[in-house]
């Protein structure tokens, strides 16, 4: 009984892992034809690496209590045969719990304590050290004692006001949200702040990751989870419950966290079980729950097809005692076709789409370098023929042309040191209006911003002026780049004009998708400022790490933004290189050729006969390459979900 997004997934790893030697073929190809420069070397590693961390997470969401863990034992831990996360009543998971796996480590729980919230690295920062967490291996044949680790993910412990409020636990503006305090004045606090399960499910070591959540409105869960972890999902499971139907809280939590993300939205109508009534016919309780999923459909304002009727107890046993019938009716396979429909074809295009300009790139470039070299080797083969029965003297005299030749074309070198040295100058200003210190300093100012805003609850304003900032300096690194473009397409035009250079631009990078991605993060933080969040900001921690939080996504942008700019610069530079190098290493070779002719007779026709043969090896190089990229591009891709998958109705 596999999941059915099982097979979708094989398929996936099976395209990711046909692409990934495809690549290394293509690599092995230009290193063994001397095409393999630094750039197209450091662009093949680059889409490799794309390829290979591909992940995919899950995040399933949803109040305190509505059977989020209970889902996630379904569908991902029946395999242990018992239940392994904490779902039952009084134990529930009180800090985020992220499952996947990293190839080729051992199977591992790692628990971040809350203390670690009382600095103020985030969580992406303590991710990268090890030495912060707490971590316990267990045997993948003893599932009683990965259940007893994540009984973990429930605990708590009592602390004082004053460790609660240094914690971001307890908020003196929001009585509402803090927790009760007890009769010795402590108040219960998780004990762990995150884990992260390391376990080699198949669908996990398939690059799936899935991230169970305790309540969103939890004062607890502040910035971390609703900043960070949510923005990087592909897919949001939205737990409800049968039993309690669409609450205030519910409705709060799906408009302000969910509804206007960009990524699919599984709604899930959990607990139906408890719809079932000995006192009704079964074709009543149907009713019942058909109705109720249309009340939360409207409510929501998402597709019937999005809402799943869905007992995750009785999928879990089901599942555990191997009846297929008992599962069929829990609701949860229809669940799992959407989820692999939604969750693995989502993003597989963009992926496809990157790998291909990138495979297109090359080849045009392949070629034209190849038939660079076909080129030389043709106007070789004329300059020997002509010599063919020619005198000694003749022999000399075309030496010596090679030798002026070549001199003239060394005269190149003091213009593309000029065109260097501009270019030089005009990326490290694209790179500065992109550099990480500016970034600093505008975050900074924001928060100078903030804290009067705070006050005045205006703190849409202080936000919008610094994405106007940032979109500005955006604006500059792309400016300066269509400058670098303009400097060097007019240097290229000279140099090919003047010393028969072929040297072709390649298209400046195209930087929308980082506006984009700008946006996408000025409208989840802006979303943020909007709420609760605000207040909370009023607290030193929070701020403090508000911004780093900030800070560190708006990094990764414009980081990516220069790291673009910069490959697509230097591989321009690493053209004209290589066609000076080529270049050089062909007067040489003509040289060779015409001393050699000069002292061994028949040397002349061997020559002619040598050059036909690297003709012939280059085009059968041309046609090579093409094929390699061409069976790329035509990989046979995922099975197509089938339309109606996506909108399935329930009995
Ligand atoms: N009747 C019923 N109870 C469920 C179901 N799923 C979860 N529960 C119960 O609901 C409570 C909360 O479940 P849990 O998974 O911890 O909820 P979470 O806080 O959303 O993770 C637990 O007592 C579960 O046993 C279900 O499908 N049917
Ligand atoms: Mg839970």
Redesign the pocket.
Known sequence: MAPPFAARLEALQGWRASMLAGLGEVDRFLAAHDLRDRTVAARIAALRRRLAGDKRMLAVV??????????INALLLAGCGRRI?????G???MCPVELGYEIGTRPSVALLPMETRRDEATLAELRADPARWTRFEFDLGDPARLAELLAQVAATRGASLDEARALGLWDDAQPQANPPVDAQGQVEIPLWRHALVNHPHPLLRRGLAVL?T??LNALGAEPELTLGLLPAAQAVVF?LGA?TGVTRSDLELWRDHLASRPVAHFVVL?????LRDPLLAPDAVAQQIETQRRTVAQSLGVDLGAVFA?????ALVARIEGDAGALERSGLPRLETALAAGLLDEGREGLQRLIGDALGDLRARTTHRLGERRRQIAEQTLELRGLRGKSSARLRAARQRVAVEEHDFERCMVQIQALRAVHKRLLEQALTALAGEGLRREVEQLQQALRPALFRLDTRAAFGALCARLRESLGQGEARSVEIQAMLAAGCTRLNAEFGFAIELPPPPALAHFGDELALIESSYARYLGLAGALRLLQPRAMEQFKRMLLSKLRVVFESAGAEIELWSRSLIAQIDAQVGERRSAFARRAAALERIDQAAGELERRLAELAAQDTALLRAQGRMGELVEALLTAPAMPEPAARERRVAVP
């Open positions: 949803g109040e305190f209590s509505r059977g989020k863990s209970e889902l996360l904490p779902a039952t009543p134990r529930t998971t169970d305790p309540g737990v039993d959990n607990k139906i079980d408890t869905v007992s995750a107890r009785e």
